[in-house]
T-cell receptor
Framework: DQQVKQNSPSLSVQEGRISILNCDYT??????FLWYKKYPAEGPTFLIS?????DKNEDGRFTVFLNKSAKHLSLHIVPSQPGDSAVYFC????????????FGIGTKLQVIP | KAGVTQTPRYLIKTRGQQVTLSCSPI?????VSWYQQTPGQGLQFLFE???????NKGNFPGRFSGRQFSNSRSEMNVSTLELGDSALYLC?????????????FGSGTQLSVL
């Protein structure tokens, strides 16, 4: 049972345009959400996070939006760059416990020059 | 500061064998987690160790086990390998393993079971 769902396995975007990656979750105990980026042959690296007390968090070209009532979050990348081409994992945590991160299956983003 | 180091990088085993994977966390990090990555399942949590104690465990059979040493290095063992165990095994470390600490991942060990 996937508690964190990324329904789009892949996404292609032109350089300079906006990339929007979506994520849905089912467990209402999740209260902290993260995005990780993974290049081939490397481990995932942390990108951005958001607490459930917020609905938006911004870091440079990356913005994460959280809609708690819909149990939905999205990652916006503006403008998209070829170096952003990677697999993006949505992740969720119940911060009441120790570290046990639930990841989605990932969305492969391709930014076309 | 050196990152998370995982060895070996690649492993090929046959069904029924056992395998041990190693992970050295970032210096000063005391929490080590293990994840299995497969194409259809994404990253799935195996277990987390802190100060040589397993604090959390995912939904994997008992064939999957781990341990952590006093220097925070960790090993993961899979016994009686099955074809379905073929995956990328990722180790991640964090300072004290609080739930919302960001994880620092190694490059993984790619295990192929034939």
């Amino acid at each position: 049972d996937q508690q964190v769902k990324q329904n789009s396995p892949s996404l292609s975007v032109q350089e300079g345009r906006i990339s929007i990656l979506n994520c849905d979750y089912t467990n209402s105990m999740f209260d902290y959400f993260l995005w990780y980026k993974k290049y081939p042959a490397e481990g995932p690296t942390f990108l951005i996070s958001i607490s459930s007390i917020k609905d938006k968090n911004e870091d440079g070209r990356f913005t994460v939006f959280l809609n708690k009532s819909a149990k939905h979050l999205s990652l916006h990348i503006v403008p998209s760059q070829p170096g952003d081409s990677a697999v993006y994992f949505c992740a969720a945590i119940n911060s009441g416990g120790y570290q046990k991160v639930t990841f989605g299956i990932g969305t492969k983003l391709q930014v076309i020059p | 500061k050196a990152g998370v180091t995982q060895t070996p990088r690649y492993l090929i085993k046959t069904r029924g064998q056992q395998v041990t994977l190693s992970c050295s966390p970032i210096s000063g990090h005391r929490s080590v987690s293990w994840y299995q990555q497969t194409p259809g399942q994404g990253l799935q949590f195996l277990f987390e160790y802190f100060s040589e104690t397993q604090r959390n465990k995912g939904n994997f059979p008992g064939r999957f086990s781990g341990r952590q040493f006093s220097n925070s290095r960790s090993e993961m063992n899979v016994s009686t390998l099955e074809l379905g165990d073929s995956a990328l095994y990722l180790c991640a470390s964090s300072a004290i393993g609080n739930a919302n600490e960001k994880l620092f991942f190694g490059s993984g060990t790619q295990l192929s079971v034939l």
